[in-house]
């Protein structure tokens, strides 16, 4: 099983939509959890970090599951220009910080 | 410096030829990460450094990959005898040691000929 797996995609969805995705990690010592966005041939960028409670920025929401394991990233209104790849990151604090990037979920917004 | 800089942005180089890909991390962020991400693929760990120290090496595909970094700040990753295979976009981040996401150079673009 993978350290981190997600779903690639694509996700094709209308604009407007609300759209979701899930990321689940196996390792349960993991602390620190983020989601990166990457545009075509660009690196990957910070779009938020996912904090136990829930966080929200704008139309973004991330939430952590720590009994199933899971991170989510919703996107309610979805924009042409949330187009990109979005990075699920889970990191195992301590003294050596061993960082897992999952393969990303491509998603494609249409007007 | 304000962000990670890596250099060159692009570099084409024939097969069997060393390369060395430079990574200036952010100034006080003591954790650099290299990543390898081939067209289309997601992000390939390499090598991690805490300080000059690299305690995570085991991303290294090969003896032909080395890195090192000097004074807790500027990292090169070497690959030796570059074959086609090693062409992919490099990508450095690096982070405080205490947590905070991490942030990206844009990468260097290796094409081996």
């Known amino acids: 099983r993978k350290e981190v797996e997600q779903d690639p995609g694509p996700f094709n969805v209308p604009e407007g939509a609300t759209v979701a995705f899930n990321c689940t990690y196996s390792?349960?010592?993991?602390?620190?959890f983020f989601w990166y966005r990457q545009d075509c041939r660009k690196e990957p960028k910070l779009l938020m970090s996912v904090y136990s409670s829930g966080n929200e920025d704008g139309r973004f929401t991330a939430q952590l599951n720590r009994a199933s394991q899971y991170i989510s990233l919703l996107i309610r209104d979805s924009k042409l220009s949330d187009s990109a790849t979005y990075l699920c990151v889970v990191r195992v604090s301590g003294g050596y910080q061993k960082v897992t990037f999952g393969i990303g979920t491509k998603l494609q917004v249409i007007p | 410096g304000a962000g990670v800089s890596q250099s060159p942005s692009n570099k084409v180089t024939e097969k069997g030829k060393d390369v060395e890909l430079r990574c200036d991390p952010i100034?006080?962020?003591?954790?650099l990460y290299w990543y390898r991400q081939s067209l289309g693929q997601g992000l390939e760990f390499l090598i991690y450094?805490?300080?000059?120290?690299?305690?995570?090496k085991s991303g290294l595909p090969s003896d032909r990959f080395s890195a090192e970094r000097t004074g807790g700040s500027v990292s090169t990753l070497t690959i030796q005898r570059t074959q086609q295979e090693d062409s992919a976009v490099y990508l450095c981040?690096?982070?405080?040691?205490?947590?905070?996401?991490?942030?990206f150079g844009s990468g260097t673009r290796l094409t081996v000929v």
């Open positions: 981040a690096s982070s405080l040691a205490q947590g905070g996401g991490y942030t």
């Open positions: 100034s006080g962020h003591t954790a």
């Open positions: 390792n349960s010592a993991s602390q620190s």
């Open positions: 450094f805490q300080g000059n120290s690299a305690p995570d």
